[in-house]
């Protein structure tokens, strides 16, 4: 690990101790390191496989259809994912008190995979790790859903309660965004003196309007990311470095129990 990154980890876990409430916020780019490519990524599974829009899902048994072929397909591909140095460090940093919570942009189950309890865990963009109807909100796990897509040559499955139509239980364009956890998360970013934006590009908004309300009600602002965001020049510290690397090294930092 080079001296510049050592700094920066030992200045965010200074950060983290001396917080009370801090707060992380997680994007596509904290899970770049488990196989699952950022949404964004030329020539990657997502540009093959693109999400098919909430409104052709609702009007289209056909688009439905092909929207759990495109689903299964990147889920060949992602199925043996478990959770990186970053998601470990951070359920770490929850489990010992040092984090309140995490809200992700995330879809793909790792933080809690890495032992985030669902109470300290926030899901803007749902989970693609079960199905919901989208009539009467009963829960199907992805391997019934696949069952019944394999057994009628490709037809999207219906609800077996109300007849509605089963959707993964992510958010796709043009979906409303949840409610109840839009509003939790929003509470949290309030509460926070410190937010620690990690992975995220900034740009898909509302989930992108949390660190700049973080900001505004007095928090430090902290971002970790590869690339260069539009949120930079308000943050207090930019860290551009290995997310996984500067986490695992942010937790060498503080002491185990979790106390100063």
């Known amino acids: 690990m080079d001296a510049e990154l050592k700094t920066a980890a030992s200045d965010l876990a200074s950060l983290v101790r001396q917080s009370s409430r801090a ?4 994007g596509a780019g904290l899970s770049t390191e488990c196989g699952i490519p950022d949404f964004r990524s030329p020539g990657g599974l997502w540009t093959k496989n693109k ?9 289209s048994r056909a688009a439905r259809a092909e929207a759990w072929r495109r689903k299964f397909a990147m889920d060949e591909s992602f199925k043996a994912a478990v959770p990186g140095r970053g998601h470990r460090a951070l359920a770490a940093m929850v489990r010992t008190g040092r984090l309140s919570g995490i809200v992700t942009q995330n879809i793909d189950n790792l933080h809690q995979d ?8 926030v899901e803007l963009h749902g989970n693609g790790s079960y199905a919901t109807c989208l009539a009467c909100a009963r829960r199907y796990e992805l391997s019934w859903v696949r069952a019944r897509f394999e057994a009628t040559d490709g037809e999207a499955p219906d609800c077996t309660d109300c007849g509605g139509p089963v959707k993964s239980a992510t958010i796709s364009f043009g979906q409303a965004m949840p409610e109840a956890e839009m509003r939790r998360a929003l509470d949290w970013t309030v509460e926070a003196d410190l937010f620690i934006a990690i992975g995220s590009s900034l740009v898909v908004y509302p989930a992108a309007s949390l660190p700049v309300t973080a900001k505004r009600n007095g928090a430090m602002l902290v971002i970790v990311n590869r690339e260069e965001t539009p949120l930079d020049d308000i943050a ?5 470095a290995d997310i996984g690397t500067l986490l695992q090294s942010v937790m060498e930092h503080l002491p185990v129990a979790g106390v100063n």
Do not use: K
Not at 23 to 26: D, G, V
């Open 51 to 59: 999400p098919i829009p909430f409104e052709a899902f609702l009007s």
């Open 23 to 26: 707060l992380a916020f997680t």
């Open 114 to 121: 890495s032992g985030v309890p669902d109470d300290r865990l």
């Open 236 to 240: 207090d510290r930019v860290i551009a």
